[in-house]
């Protein structure tokens, strides 16, 4: 049975978002970077260098997809989203060659590619969730891997086979108090409805994942589930992030061929009457996905959202890159 809630109508509004700049291609990430095709754009804060951090999937050295292949990856950038270098040992930035963050073999006989799902730091260390998938939409497992410094890796510390749980693949996740939550889908097929979990920040990834579902009668924590995810649809790349004390989601809506994002007072709240808007479309923006809300976004505030939305024509293999897109959005 569906929740009562979820029959409500959800409150949108369509307002497309202004493109403000690239922030991988000719000109940016190329040349001593030699990155000149990247995809995703997933940014944190980091302090200890003072910078934005943003990893990206799938990067390649040339254009057209050539050249040296490395996912996952990081930049640093600035608060205008210029290029600073990729972060080095010692809390340093290095204008120097992209790096894997950890080496593997890509198109090896086991697996094609690793792709970040999100990152973040509890304490002093950094998690990240990453898919490995033997071509798209064909993934294996999602591992949470482990940094003191963006540099140097460990892992896998925690392995979800798949198939499993219908939406513990394609991951995104924030802390909010003593609770990391956890909004999941289904991978790369972008099929799958919107899911959550929670749990504690002193165990995280480790601990209980506490599902939020409904038994019928009411939602609740520690509900299986399976049936009863918080948003009905289909979807790819998430991203959330608690905002000026508020809760947003943004997320590739896949069945809508657009870029979204929606806001509630709490992860808890009901998501189908959030305020929501589509900030970038597949009329504008043709082959796009996904739609990555920045860690400096701002709500009730002009243009003070930001998104890095992914771009890949994929009969040329040009352009493959991530872009950078704003709009307002209010609480």
């Not at 090896?108 to 304490?123: A, Q, V």
């Not at 400096?296 to 243009?303: E, V």
Request: aromatic share 14%.
């Amino acid at each position: 049975m569906i929740a009562s809630w979820l029959v409500i109508a959800t409150t949108i509004y369509m307002v497309n978002g202004d493109r403000v700049k690239d922030v991988t291609g000719a000109g940016i990430t190329d040349g001593v970077y030699a990155m000149y095709g990247a995809d995703l754009g997933i940014s944190r804060w980091d302090s200890a260098r003072n910078a934005t951090a943003v990893m990206f999937g799938d990067n390649f050295e040339f254009r057209y997809l050539q050249g040296e292949w490395r996912s996952p990856s990081i930049m640093m950038y600035n608060s205008n989203y210029d290029v600073l270098g990729i972060p080095t040992s010692g809390n340093g930035i290095s204008r120097s060659r992209v790096r894997q963050l950890w080496p593997y073999t890509h198109n090896n006989p086991e697996y094609s590619t690793i792709l970040p799902c999100d990152f973040i730091k509890i304490g002093s260390t950094w998690y990240v969730a990453v898919m490995v998938t033997k071509g798209l939409g064909n993934e294996l497992r999602t591992e949470f891997w482990r940094s003191n410094d963006l540099v140097s890796w460990s892992g896998p510390i925690l392995s979800l086979r798949h198939p499993g749980h219908p939406g513990n693949v394609m991951l995104t996740f924030d802390v909010i108090g003593d609770y990391v939550y956890i909004f999941g889908t289904g991978g790369l097929k972008r099929n799958m409805p919107i899911y959550m979990w929670r749990n504690p920040v002193s165990v995280f990834p480790m601990g209980y994942w506490e599902p939020w579902g409904w038994n019928g009668s009411i939602w609740g924590w520690g509900i299986a589930n399976e049936n009863t995810p918080i948003l009905t649809g289909a979807y790819g790349e998430l991203a959330f992030r608690s905002l000026n004390g508020k809760s947003v989601l943004s997320f590739f809506d896949a069945g809508g061929y657009r870029c979204s994002a929606i806001v509630v007072p709490t992860p808890t709240s009901n998501w189908y009457v959030g305020r929501r808007i589509d900030f970038a479309t597949g009329a504008t923006l043709p082959q796009l996905y996904g739609c990555h809300v920045t860690w400096d976004s701002r709500l009730d505030t002009t243009n003070g959202m930001k998104f890095i939305v992914s771009q890949w024509i994929t009969s040329t293999n040009d352009p493959y890159k991530s872009i950078l897109f704003q709009d307002t959005l209010r609480s």
